[in-house]
């Protein structure tokens, strides 16, 4: 077994006997880790405290060759997420962004611009960003990063050009906007206006290194979209998508 270092983010942990913990990392050089962390529970354990929810850590990790899990020897704490002294509102949604990299990453499969979008959007979050924007961010360039970004320019099912003007067709089973004449043979399609469709587009396109703001008045029908297809790509409905926020808020009370 050969010992590995990166950083990492703490996406979940549980309990796996009286001392230690099975954790979920997020590694920028290894991809996402499940790993026993033998002794992570005793008042005194080797790790510090540094294994808590979403805390930005540096660990080292011995991974196995065989199906097993790995084994983590050694966690520092760079940062702690303290969203939850702000409000319940950034609570829920570091949550739901650890609930999106466990549903969207896979094992050993490194992504550092996905773990650098994370610290990006973390800051945000645990600081004074707006909340409902940031995800909105995250979420589009997660979906483009990982190769599951919905089609905004031509239509997902025959490839030709949509008619942009008052609202579009947009199909969960293509994946994307659909034509006027393929919109009879999807199966689940929604109505949605142009307004929004070029709002994902310049989410996705974005290459600002902080989230942007979402206009409030394409918010609401942005954030459902969204969610019916993040529920199409990843086959079930993420357990923290009812506690996003509902509206965009431009100051948030501490």
Avoid: W
Wanted: hydrophobic content about 35%; some cysteine; charged content about 25%.
């Amino acid at each position: 077994m050969a010992a590995e270092q990166s950083t990492a983010i703490v996406l979940r942990t549980v309990e796996f006997s009286e001392t230690s913990l099975i954790v979920t990392l997020l590694t920028r050089d290894l991809g996402r880790v499940s790993a026993i962390a033998k002794g992570a529970r005793r008042p005194k354990g080797p790790f510090e405290g540094a294994l808590d929810l979403l805390a930005v850590c540096r660990v080292v990790v011995l991974r196995k060759s065989s199906d097993s899990l790995d084994l983590l020897t050694e966690a520092k704490l760079h940062k702690r997420f303290r969203g939850g002294e702000r409000s319940l509102e950034r609570v829920y949604g570091g949550y739901y962004m650890a609930e999106m990299l466990r549903l969207l990453t896979d094992d050993h499969d490194p992504h550092p611009d996905v773990y650098d979008l994370t610290i990006r959007t973390l800051q945000q979050i645990d600081g004074s960003g707006e909340v409902g924007s940031s995800l909105t961010y995250f979420d589009a360039q997660i979906l483009r990063m990982l190769g599951h970004s919905p089609g905004t320019d031509l239509c997902t099912d025959c490839g030709c050009e949509v008619k942009c003007s008052g609202r579009i067709a947009f199909s969960l089973t293509s994946g994307g906007i659909v034509c006027d004449q393929c919109r009879a043979r999807q199966r689940q399609t929604i109505s949605v206006r142009v307004g929004v469709i070029e709002e994902i587009r310049r989410l996705q396109a974005s290459t600002t290194e902080l989230p942007t703001h979402v206009p409030e008045d394409l918010y609401g029908e942005l954030r459902a979209i969204l969610n019916r297809y993040i529920q199409t790509v990843v086959g079930s409905v993420p357990r923290m998508q009812p506690f996003l926020p509902s509206v965009t808020r431009t100051e948030t009370n501490a």
